[in-house]
């Protein structure tokens, strides 16, 4: 049997190559990225989380998987029901804790992305994961970055459908971080 070089690499937090926080602007830093050309073609992913991205092999790039959660941006009202509600947005997670229909929109692929972001800033993708589907349980763990001023911006940014922005504040805590 031959050789098999995967495609791509799952994220890790700690080894030879770790994934950096502001890596995650590789999914929306320009048009021919990958979130936003989903975006361009009409659909929300959906399902934004750290397993559901991976890295390009010997890149700092970035690729989204798992697209069977993808919905046309335009469908009508729905119920939600999503796999990891630690990263769905508050609407959407609000939705589906008490039953009721909303529409999926790309502001919630940028909330869910914003998420991954500090998770991984902050090192706590395995926290992350480890929050049982329990409302209070994903409140309290989100909230514990209330207090975190780069958490909160990006949040709003994430909030307003600003890619180009979201990707400059990303960038601009690296280059802070880096300073320190």
Same mark, same amino acid.
């Given at each position: 049997?031959?050789?098999?070089?995967?495609?791509?690499?799952?994220?890790?937090?700690?080894?030879?190559?770790?994934?950096?926080?502001?890596?995650?602007?590789?999914?929306?830093?320009?048009?021919?990225?990958?979130?936003?050309?989903?975006?361009?073609?009409?659909?929300?992913?959906?399902?934004?989380?750290?397993?559901?991205?991976?890295?390009?092999?010997?890149?700092?790039?970035?690729?989204?998987?798992?697209?069977?959660?993808?919905?046309?941006?335009?469908?009508?009202?729905?119920?939600?029901?999503?796999?990891?509600?630690? $990263? =769905?947005?508050?609407? *959407?997670?609000? !939705?589906?804790?008490?039953?009721?229909?909303?529409?999926? &929109?790309?502001?919630? /692929?940028?909330?869910?992305?914003?998420?991954?972001?500090?998770?991984?800033?902050?090192?706590?993708?395995?926290?992350?994961?480890?929050?049982?589907?329990?409302?209070?349980?994903?409140?309290?763990?989100?909230?514990?970055?209330?207090?975190?001023? $780069? =958490?909160?911006?990006? *949040?709003?940014? !994430?909030?307003?459908?600003?890619?180009?922005?979201?990707? &400059?504040?990303?960038? /601009?805590?690296?280059?802070?971080?880096?300073?320190?």
């Amino acid at each position: 049997m031959g050789h098999f070089d995967p495609k791509f690499d799952r994220l890790t937090t700690g080894g030879a190559c770790p994934v950096k926080f502001y890596h995650f602007c590789s999914l929306i830093d320009s048009e021919k990225a990958p979130l936003r050309v989903l975006h361009s073609a009409g659909y929300v992913h959906c399902d934004i989380r750290p397993a559901n991205v991976m890295r390009i092999p010997g890149s700092d790039r970035l690729a989204l998987v798992d697209l069977g959660a993808a919905r046309a941006a335009s469908d009508a009202m729905t119920c939600y029901a999503h796999g990891t509600l630690v $990263f =769905a947005s508050p609407k *959407l997670r609000g !939705a589906f804790f008490n039953g009721t229909l909303v529409q999926r &929109t790309i502001m919630d /692929d940028l909330i869910s992305l914003a998420y991954c972001v500090i998770v991984s800033m902050f090192s706590m993708f395995d926290a992350a994961s480890q929050v049982l589907h329990v409302d209070s349980n994903i409140d309290s763990f989100w909230q514990q970055f209330n207090d975190r001023l $780069f =958490a909160c911006q990006l *949040l709003k940014i !994430a909030e307003s459908g600003n890619y180009t922005a979201m990707c &400059t504040l990303i960038m /601009d805590q690296h280059a802070s971080n880096e300073k320190k």
